[in-house]
């Protein structure tokens, strides 16, 4: 109200030129939106910093490297589901003096030997996973060691949650020495809160035709678009796993890269070597120029992850109901303009 009636006195003053009466209007207006939005998403992060959430993280990994084989049945029963019947006791008497299993035990606590600040970016993270999933049931969360599966960092169901720390231990570590250097940048403790709301994201995102390009983007758009919602104290390059020059570039090029997708006729396109070229983990994005190792890779996950954004900040759909939506749906109601 108070916004028309300054708008109103304004437009009154006849010494004031049209077109600059025009531009003051649209930045008056952009003023009021943002003030709004940010009130609202203050309102919001208030009512999340109540929520009560029952964290308890278990550290098996250190229970397993501080007991003795006569702990062992104790282990077993306490947490089965880590104990392949497949292996006699005898393989996990033999692990727990094995050298490599002590190196690993040794890397791990000299980079977590400071759990607090890890633990709190978890429970931030099931404070707000809750607030958009009321029903959610704080499952158990256990941290293990995975002899650096960096593939399986996190491992999500309904009532149990796994974190392999020694796959978080930092990119310069020995124990990536052989691996690629895009694979290497988010093996560190910064990215456990991302993976978790990955690793959920997957449970929570119905979208079970990913045949075109676009609906891949879509995708992993609405996983993005839940890391907003759910890590929004993460900065956007941690959320997509990128450097910070390298969010920077994506951003530069966002008109480019949109113009580019648009005049090769990607968007409906099924051919899954485009998955290789922008969507799955890669040194670089591949559109065949000489500016290709410039490029991060998955940038067509950071194209959809837009195009997402364009479509929640241009409707009023439930949250529910965008992460079921069709790929189209979402594509033809975004009113996406990248940013030139």
Known sequence: MWLNRFLNAILKTKEIPFQLLYVLKTVVFLLFFATFSCQNSTKVEKEISEIAVNLNIERFDQLFANSDPSELPTLKQNYPFLFSKRYADSVWINRMSDSIQQLQNKAVDSVFDNFSSTESEIYNFYQHLKYYKKALKTPRVITVLSDVDYRNKVVVTDSIVLIALDTYLGAEHEFYSSFYDYIKQNLNKDQIVSDLAAAYAERLIYQPKRATFLEEMIYFGKQLYLKDLLIPFKENNEKIGYFPEQYEWAQDNEFYIWQYFVEKELLYETDRKLLARFIIPAPFSR????????????????????????????????????????????FNNAKFKPKK
């Open 287 to 330: 559109f065949n120029l000489e500016l290709d190792s410039e490029s991060p890779g998955r940038l067509g996950q950071y194209i959809g992850w837009q195009i997402v954004k364009s479509y929640m900040e241009n409707n009023t759909t439930p949250l529910q109901q965008l992460l079921q939506m069709e790929a189209t749906e979402i």
